[in-house]
């Protein structure tokens, strides 16, 4: 373990690493997928094919690229490897020639949202639900319902969920950023 | 003096998920909202708030219950009650449920309060479908509001918020990872 070299982070940021690393992929026949793809303008982007993560965090993608050595190219940025082993993370310049995906072709242009939730009571709501679970927004009640399913083990029934959760009529308070309104790579 | 049941691990998960709806137990407001209401159909149902109308609501079904003990059966064992009277689509009784050290107190001790006579106006026409644990780690990573972006021209669902660090944070999904459409 001489060899490696250890970034301390705060646990804010350390959950923001892991929300990255959650979207690299894991499948090494698409080495450039498995990557974290730090752009020229910092922000950091992870994409395995099926969600793409998304994050504006210059001084993180700065301390990433300082740990593990690697100068960006101007116009395309850098890859970084990630290499998930157990419990342990580690992160090294990507190996492998390639590029990594034209992502700003499927990130939605600039448009209201259609509505606002509460992140920690979504989440909530999901803990424990297993198999698709249904969802339906209603814009008059600003209401979403979700439909799922507690899956029954050991002789019990499985059993069906209904969570009703209130939303909000989007009031955006961050802006007009987005990762549409960016320049394109080179 | 105590009577313990034993549940199994689906209907201890099932109890959690429903009374993470519920008030602290000392919340002020009326105590029936601590309650899990029963019905006559063997649903168990939680609110989270003593304004029925902006109440957030969460309710279990048991499916393919025939021959088997169900979650209802369980409390109604332990509360020492036959059944509950049929005809009442929320009976006038609540099932209180009080959170002692590691254990969960299940008690017949019936509030006065009326129970909030609120039925959930179901639509049932889904907007999307998702996998609630894929859905639960993205929201893992946000903080506070977030923002969501259904069927824009390049994605059905998409979500822009902060994160934990104060970050601005992006989340596309691509249509693959959805089940339908509505």
Aim: glycine residues 8%; aromatic residues 8%; contains cysteine.
């Amino acid at each position: 373990m001489e060899n490696y070299k250890y970034m301390q982070l705060d646990t804010n940021t350390l959950s923001d690493l892991k929300f990255m690393v959650n979207a690299a992929s894991k499948d090494e026949s698409h080495p450039v997928l498995t990557a974290l793809h730090i752009r020229p303008d910092g922000d950091i982007v992870s994409a395995d094919g099926f969600r793409l993560h998304w994050l504006h965090d210059q001084e993180l993608s700065t301390r990433i690229l300082e740990t593990v050595g690697v100068t960006p190219d101007e116009h395309e940025g850098a890859l970084i490897k990630v290499v998930k082993c157990q419990k342990t993370t580690s992160f090294e310049p990507e190996p492998e020639e390639g590029r990594f995906p034209d992502v700003m072709r499927i990130i939605p242009p600039t448009a209201p949202a259609t509505f606002t939730i509460n992140a920690k009571k979504l989440a909530d709501a999901m803990d424990g639900l297993e198999w698709i679970a249904s969802f339906a927004f209603d814009a008059d009640a600003q209401t979403l319902e979700v439909f799922g399913t507690i899956q029954g083990r050991k002789g019990s029934p499985d059993y069906k969920t209904y969570a009703l959760l209130h939303t909000e009529q989007s009031q955006s308070e961050l802006g007009d950023w987005s990762p549409y309104n960016l320049p394109a790579l080179d | 003096m105590s009577n313990f049941i034993e549940l199994g691990t689906t209907e201890v998960k099932a109890l959690k998920w429903l009374l993470k709806n519920t008030p602290p137990k000392r919340a002020k407001g009326p105590q029936v909202l601590k309650g899990v209401h029963m019905n006559i159909l063997g649903g168990l149902e939680t609110y989270n708030d003593q304004e029925g109308d902006k109440a957030e609501v969460r309710s279990i079904y048991p499916t393919d219950n025939e021959n088997r003990a169900t979650l209802k059966d369980f409390i109604l064992q332990g509360i020492g009650i036959d059944e509950i009277t049929p005809g009442e689509t929320y009976p006038s009784k609540a099932v209180f449920f009080g959170q002692v050290g590691s254990t969960t107190e299940i008690t017949g001790t019936f509030p006065e309060e009326e129970c909030i006579d609120y039925e959930p106006d179901v639509k049932g026409e889904p907007t999307f479908a998702l996998n609630p644990k894929f859905l639960k780690d993205i929201m893992d990573g946000f903080e506070g509001q977030v923002e969501v972006m259904y069927n824009t021209p390049t994605s059905p669902l998409s979500f822009r918020g902060m994160t934990k660090a104060g970050k601005l944070a992006y989340v596309v999904l691509m249509p693959m990872h959805l089940g339908y459409r509505g």
